[in-house]
């Protein structure tokens, strides 16, 4: 189960377009990959680990997005675009008796390694009047 809030705001001119929000979002039961060791090894001596898919996190995420289009098109048939996402989050989960909470936060001048960004440059080809992302 999740819940989010997204605050936006688009500005739009003749070729351009900026967007840009800010949300906060909240899940439950989120669905995790667990390794175990089955205590069990291979005729050469190697653990053999079990993946093991179930619900297990609660995460919180808090971010900032911003994108850019224009409607640059270099060729008839292709448009390209771009966004950037920042974030903070943090993981709450528990199995078996082990903790695999992660949390990243910012702390000055540490913050570079600490937070997450996401970078997207996006070419959008037109193939037979069809668009393909």
Not at 36 to 61: F, H, Q, V, W, Y
């Amino acid at each position: 189960m999740s819940s989010a809030f997204d605050l936006g705001y688009q500005k739009r001119w003749s070729k351009p377009t900026f967007k840009t929000s800010v949300y906060n979002q909240y899940e439950t039961d989120a669905f995790e990959r667990i390794q175990e060791d089955t205590g069990n090894e291979t005729a050469n001596g190697i653990p053999i680990i079990s993946m093991l898919p179930i619900n297990l996190s609660t995460n919180k995420r808090i971010g900032f997005e911003a994108g850019f289009l224009y409607r640059y098109n270099p060729v008839k048939w292709l448009r390209l675009n771009g966004s950037f996402n920042f974030f903070l989050f943090t993981t709450e989960d528990e199995f078996n008796g082990v903790d695999y909470s992660a949390k990243n936060t910012i702390s000055l001048p540490e913050a570079a390694p600490r937070c997450r960004c996401l970078t997207r440059l996006i070419g959008k080809p037109t193939l037979f009047t069809v668009p393909f992302q």
